[in-house]
Structure formats: structure tokens, C-alpha cells
């Protein structure tokens, strides 16, 4: 009796142990990383009225490149409305890169541009300068040196001037009053 009530024993303790490896093998905090996105654009600050390349370079769980994976991007927000990306999907290709064109269209700001790669997203930003060969208004010098600002003598001298003549204009005026 003593050999059964033994495997009794180990047969429940091995029960056990395989719920206990069960249920820790199937709670998991977190998923699994399935990889990584990041973006960039051949001008960060375009002027407004071209278009800029923007890539999107797509690394698997492992950090090795995700080639023919599809990416398709999409214009997020934009100052104004006529900004565009091609927005037919593009495949990764061998480096893990897909690449599209956008047109920053016409209003200066901020436009942020994302990319869908399968369960993965990233997003990029591009901030469009100006129109090319806008004419930029600028205050002008305050005068900084002594080129450009009159001496300080000629400015008292023309001011006691204006007092002297404004003075004895109305000296002039008042004794006229009188004498009629």
C-alpha cells in the first residue's frame, strides 16, 4: 500500500506542477514585439509648392529589415488643404524601405504624415516653408553705427533752429494783434 498511496502522491504532485506551467505559460502582461517603423523625408523644411520623398524603413521583431511588407501613408493634419501623399499601398523592399512622394502643397506650417506597415505605424513631420521667391518684408536698420545715424550736434542744432523760428513767428504774430 505503501507504493500506491506514493503514486497517488507524485501523480497529483505532477498535476500540479503541469496546471502551475500551464497557466504561467499563457499569462503574458504584454504581446510580443512584431517590429519597428521609423520615417524620414529628403527635406525636413520644403518650400511651399514642391514635393519631398518620404521613406519609411520597416525592421521585424528580430531588427532585421521586413521586406514586402505593404506600407500605405496618409496625410495626418496640415495647415491648409492642399497638401498630398500617393497613397497607393508601396512594398517594403529588400532593406525594408518603402518610399512615396508628397506634394506640400501651398500653405506655410506644419504637416504630419503617417505610414501604415502592416500591425505597425509610424509617423513623420515636414514643416513647409514660404512660397519660393515670396517677397519677405523687413523692418528697416535702426541705425547701429555712425553711417547711418545723423551726429547727435546736428540734431540740437536743427532743433534750437525749429524753436528760434517757431519762437519769433509767434512773437511776430502777436505784436501784429497789437499793433492793429
Known amino acids: 500500500m505503501k507504493w500506491s498511496s506514493l503514486g497517488v502522491k507524485l501523480a497529483?504532485?505532477?498535476?500540479?506542477?503541469?496546471?502551475?506551467g500551464m497557466l504561467g505559460s499563457t499569462a503574458q502582461a504584454y504581446p510580443p514585439p512584431t517590429g519597428s517603423v521609423s520615417m524620414g523625408t529628403s527635406s525636413a523644411t520644403p518650400s511651399a509648392g514642391t514635393s519631398v520623398s518620404i521613406s519609411t524603413t520597416v525592421l521585424n521583431q528580430f531588427g532585421s529589415p521586413a521586406f514586402g511588407l505593404s506600407c500605405t501613408f496618409q496625410v495626418v493634419s496640415q495647415p491648409g488643404t492642399s497638401a498630398v501623399v500617393d497613397t497607393s499601398p508601396k512594398v517594403t523592399d529588400d532593406y525594408g524601405i518603402a518610399?512615396?512622394?508628397l506634394n506640400v502643397g501651398t500653405t506655410a506650417g506644419t504637416i504630419v504624415v503617417g505610414a501604415n506597415c502592416g500591425e505597425m505605424s509610424g509617423q513623420v513631420s515636414v514643416t513647409v516653408q514660404g512660397a519660393p521667391g515670396a517677397v519677405t518684408f523687413r523692418l528697416p536698420a535702426t541705425g547701429s553705427g555712425p553711417h547711418e545715424a545723423a551726429p547727435i550736434w546736428l540734431i540740437i542744432l536743427a532743433s534750437g533752429l525749429v524753436c528760434v523760428v517757431a519762437g519769433s513767428g509767434l512773437r511776430i504774430a502777436a505784436r501784429r494783434a497789437r499793433g492793429s
Open 12 to 20: 497529483g504532485l505532477a498535476a500540479g506542477i503541469l496546471l502551475v
Open 99 to 101: 518610399t512615396t512622394t
